[in-house]
Antibody, heavy 116, light 107 residues
Framework: EVQLVESGGGLVQPGGSLRLSCAAP????????MNWVRQAPGKGLEWVSG????????YYADSVKGRFTISRDNSKNTLYLQMNSLRAEDTAVYYC?????????WGQGALVTVSS | DIQMTQSPSAMSASVGDRVTINCRAS??????LAWFQQKPGKVPERLIY???SLQSGVPSRFSGSGSGTEFTLTISSLQPEDFATYYC?????????FGGGTKVEIK
């Protein structure tokens, strides 16, 4: 059974930074593309960023381009999302999801709140 | 970017009803279309992939169809546990994009 476990969420002030992690124990992590998807309170789903299995290719939504950086450490089976210059509109639950089609495996979500 | 226009945004239906939810892509996406169900406070779950393939463990009352730019999710006989919000997703090109969601409520 594939498990994805996010961590690193919390409260941060506007303009601040936060790094999310997504651990994926027990799988051949480097074989799979990974993504971040977010959901603002009471809103729909928004794809944020994706990264290839090797880490060579990365993709971003326009809303986060230049502020967020996706990366992975295949030796630790861990995905990251470095979030800088955070804004109130970045407040959301952030999910990691396996595969380019977002597949059947999602993490439980990490809440990020941007507020002063 | 490919826009996914989902309709309706909300609907009321009764147990046993046949429900259809539509998604239109702003350009062709081949068969790179999936449907997700999300219940309040829960993680989204994939129901359908590649337009019409049923995810393992998903009841057969759910089905998907369509091609090109027009896609449909059908629930043949709505059950109490099906009251939820449904999203389509295109993964043909980046950025990946979701439809706006359809909230299915009890009539």
């Amino acid at each position: 059974e594939v498990q994805l476990v996010e961590s690193g969420g919390g409260l941060v002030q506007p303009g601040g930074s936060l790094r999310l992690s997504c651990a994926a124990p027990g799988i051949t992590f480097s074989s799979y593309a990974m993504n971040w998807v977010r959901q603002a309170p009471g809103k729909g789903l928004e794809w944020v960023s994706g990264i290839s299995g090797s880490g060579d290719s990365t993709y971003y939504a326009d809303s986060v381009k230049g502020r967020f950086t996706i990366s992975r450490d295949n030796s630790k089976n861990t995905l990251y999302l470095q979030m800088n210059s955070l804004r109130a509109e970045d407040t959301a639950v952030y999910y990691c999801a396996k595969d380019w089609d977002l597949g059947e495996y999602w993490g439980q979500g990490a809440l990020v709140t941007v507020s002063s | 970017d490919i826009q996914m226009t989902q309709s309706p945004s909300a609907m009321s239906a009764s147990v046993g009803d046949r429900v259809t939810i539509n998604c239109r892509a702003s350009q062709g996406i081949s068969n790179d279309l999936a449907w997700f169900q999300q219940k309040p406070g829960k993680v989204p779950e994939r129901l359908i992939y590649s337009v019409s393939s049923l995810q393992s463990g998903v009841p057969s009352r759910f089905s998907g169809s369509g091609s090109g730019t027009e896609f449909t999710l059908t629930i043949s006989s709505l059950q109490p546990e099906d009251f939820a919000t449904y999203y389509c997703l295109q993964h043909n090109s980046f950025p990946l994009t979701f439809g706006g969601g359809t909230k299915v409520e009890i009539k």
